[in-house]
Structures are given as C-alpha cells and as structure tokens.
C-alpha cells in the first residue's frame, strides 16, 4: 500500500512558475514509476509528466514539455514537478500517481488526493 500527499498547488500568474510535491508512504518507493496527471473541470484527466524508478526514463505530455520538469529522491520518498512559464490552461487539479506503466491512468494503482493549480492574472 502506498499513500500519496501532494502539495505545492496555489495562484501564479500567467509565466510564473510553481514546484508540485508528491511524498509517498512506504518502503518501495523507488520500484514505481511515478507519474503527474491534471483534470480541468469538466474535462478527463490527462497524463502530464511520468518518471522511472531510477529516474533514468522520463516522459511529457507535449502540452508540457520544454515547461515541465518531473524528478524524484527516492531517499526522501517524493517526486517533483517544476513548472515554469505557466499558462492559463495549465489551471487544473494535479495529481500525482505510481504504478508500473506511464501515460495512462489505468497504468496507476495508487492516486494523491490532488493540489489546486490555478493560472491567472
């Protein structure tokens, strides 16, 4: 069983920048890829980031790459999502997730409660 606490989220105007944390429970961790996925309102959740075990593997959603950087520390048990040049459709709930797999939600088996990304002027 893994638990999954986010935090970071809050109000940044549009080209600023944000640091999502993820800290999971657990004596595992560094055997899940851990992924960030965001849901708008009425909108499906969708992928954003995903990072490998060793953090040798990483994957974006286009929509993010270049924006976006996903890390981890496995000796503290939290991965990272650094965000710059932040958009006004960056604004969604984000979640983080592990799992085995990368880009799909079915790949998770473990979700965070969410944090609240809000872009605005």
């Known amino acids: 069983q893994v638990q999954l606490v986010e935090s970071g989220g809050g109000l940044v105007q549009p080209g600023g920048s944000l640091r999502l944390s993820c800290a999971a429970s657990?004596?595992?961790?560094?055997?899940?890829?851990m992924g960030w996925f965001r849901q708008a309102p009425g909108k499906e959740r969708e992928f954003v980031a995903a990072?490998?075990?060793?953090?040798?593997?990483?994957l974006y959603s286009r929509s993010v790459k270049g924006r976006f950087t996903i890390s981890r520390d496995n000796a503290k048990n939290t991965v990272y999502l650094q965000m710059n040049s932040l958009k006004p459709e960056d604004t969604a709930v984000y979640y983080c997730a592990a799992g085995g797999g990368f880009n799909l939600p079915s790949d998770y088996d473990y979700w965070g409660q969410g944090t609240q990304v809000t872009v605005s002027s």
């Open positions: 990072i490998s075990g060793s953090s040798d593997n990483t």
């Open positions: 657990g004596r595992t961790f560094s055997r899940y890829v």
